[in-house]
């Protein structure tokens, strides 16, 4: 009895661990990313939830300006209404990709990119 309590002890520190560096993995990879790249992440209803200082910095929006706005808010008037909702649907069905985008400023002058599109 003593030898499978030690046992599951032993299991579980060990998938604690794993936890651990999954944990740190994934911190040093959203770094990479958040310092190289413009990230954005929407709801279902196409409502932004985070946006990293380089997106910030690149629009000219402040975070607190952006947060819980259509994600239209960064899409600049160049785009059709056919491109947004082709776009909007393939995101929603869980496709990943790069697409096209001009970012609308707030107070500069309009920003080509090409940002990665992921859903999970």
Sequence with gaps: MLALNIEAQLERLQSDQKLQKAWRDLN????????????????????????????????????????????????????????????WKSFRLGKSGAASSITRPRRAKITGSTPAISHR
């Design 28 to 87: 040093f990879k959203s770094a990479a990313l958040d310092q190289h790249c413009i990230v954005s992440i929407s709801d279902n209803e196409g409502k932004l939830t985070y946006v990293n200082d380089k997106l910030c910095e690149i629009s000219g929006w402040s975070r607190d300006e952006l947060l819980n706005q259509p994600h239209r808010t960064l899409m600049s008037m160049h785009h059709s209404e056919e491109y947004i909702q082709h776009a």
